[in-house]
């Protein structure tokens, strides 16, 4: 059975399954999640835990005759296996499935591992976890969630923060749900329960926030000049090479242009899009880059990103950082001309 995330603490109220598949790539909700059936487990009387990590050369035959190995005193045992690839492979697959057919009421086993993609939820392992117990697929927090979120978790803990320390908050540990945790456990132990001022946030909070060239291309395509701007200096002082950012902006500007000229030969948006694989949760940043350039400006911007990835190569001389910021200002929707 699927268990919506925000409904594990319910299900676990009105009983524990024989085994748990726990998924996502946010740690802090995956280890929450995972903690919150550790600890249902412990209130049944679950006592002991035998913990295995599939990394490289793991031996599956050890975990095969963990369903197998009764305590000398009849202790109910958790086994948690953690899979940091997904992939258990076909040895791995078996083993899985079999273990779930020896499940009784003094064992509980937990699986957890990253996101799955579409192949991996048909996979046999898969379909045994859930046929025997529960699917938890863990999802990340959206940007425009994030305040909420954080808010929420602020008052769990005795915090009342004002509306734009909430946002200060948001802004510094963007796309870090386990830095956002840190913070508001800090700002708790600073300040004590009460009320919580944005310029308080302002001298408590370190900036960590996680940045990337997805979140880059995703600002500049909608339109979001100054975010644009705060993730490529991010990005910079993160360490990450300018031929990767220069890679990302040109996949997404190829993109765009082969869409505006889908759409000047007649093609319906919506169509051009998805004959380009753009995913519906991106169709609305697209539609409106579409409608704020004309075609000649994404053909100058690919001439800009040839120049700029050159640059970035070493193969011809210039900055590939200030031609990578003036091509997103362009991308972006500001009225500077892309080098």
């Not at 046999?124 to 990340?140: C, F, I, N």
Request: charged share 25%; with cysteine.
């Amino acid at each position: 059975m699927k268990i919506p995330a925000n409904q594990l603490k319910s299900q676990l109220q009105k009983s524990l399954l024989p085994c748990y598949l726990v998924t996502g790539d946010e740690p802090l909700l995956v280890q929450e999640a995972l903690d919150n059936i550790r600890a249902s487990a412990r209130a049944a009387g679950f006592t002991t835990r035998d913990l295995y990590v599939a990394t490289s050369g793991f031996d599956w035959k050890e975990l095969g005759a963990a369903g197998g190995n009764l305590s000398l005193f009849s202790e109910k045992r958790i086994v948690e296996l953690r899979l940091p690839t997904g992939k258990p492979g076909r040895e791995g697959s078996q083993v899985i499935a079999t273990l779930t057919e020896q499940l009784a009421d003094d064992l509980l086993l937990i699986v957890s591992g990253p996101k799955l993609d579409r192949n991996a939820t048909s996979a046999k392992w898969v379909k045994a976890l859930m046929g025997a117990g529960g699917h938890v697929a863990v999802w990340p927090v959206d940007r425009r969630e994030l305040p909420a979120w954080i808010n929420a978790r602020m008052k769990a803990v005795g915090l009342q923060a004002e509306r734009d320390a909430v946002r200060l908050i948001a802004d510094r540990v963007e796309g870090n749900l386990l830095a956002a945790q840190q913070e508001i456990e800090k700002l708790r132990l600073l300040l004590g329960e009460g009320a919580v001022t944005a310029e308080q946030v302002q001298r408590a909070v370190a900036d960590s926030s996680r940045y990337d060239v997805y979140k880059l291309v995703d600002a500049a395509v909608s339109g979001d000049v100054q975010r644009a701007l705060r993730i490529l200096g991010g990005v910079r002082a993160e360490g990450v090479e300018a031929v990767i950012v220069i890679w990302a902006l040109t996949r997404e500007v190829r993109a765009l242009s082969r869409i505006a000229d889908s759409v000047a030969g007649g093609t319906e948006l919506g169509q051009a899009m998805q004959k380009n694989g753009v995913w519906q949760n991106r169709q609305g940043l697209v539609r409106a880059c579409i409608s704020r350039h004309s075609r000649s400006v994404f053909y100058r911007l690919m001439q800009a990103l040839r120049n700029a990835d050159a640059s970035a190569k070493g193969q011809r001389s210039g900055d590939p950082w200030q031609q990578a910021t003036e091509i997103v200002l362009v991308l972006a929707g500001d009225r500077v001309r892309a080098a």
